[in-house]
């Protein structure tokens, strides 16, 4: 999309799935990598930069049991 930077994670190993996280160029983020990644397969977190405040903000998505 044009206007916006794209976080990603992709699910592996299997069909579809995934979730993607769009932020306006104009706002200053970064994504976060954790420790404990693949305890959360389908997950992106970012920090998003705002004059001397950071907000975290994640996305995930979870299946239904």
């Known amino acids: 999309m ?3 930077v794209m976080f990603r994670k992709d699910r592996l190993g299997r069909r579809g799935g995934g979730v ?3 932020i306006k160029e104009s ?3 970064y994504e976060i990598k954790l420790e404990k990644e693949a305890e959360c397969e389908e997950a992106v977190w970012c920090n998003i930069v705002t004059g001397n405040s950071t907000l975290t903000v994640g ?7």
Do not use: F, K, N
């Open 27 to 29: 706002i200053q983020a």
């Open 2 to 4: 044009t206007g916006y």
């Open 20 to 22: 993607i996280l769009y």
């Open 59 to 65: 996305l995930v998505y979870r299946v239904q049991t």
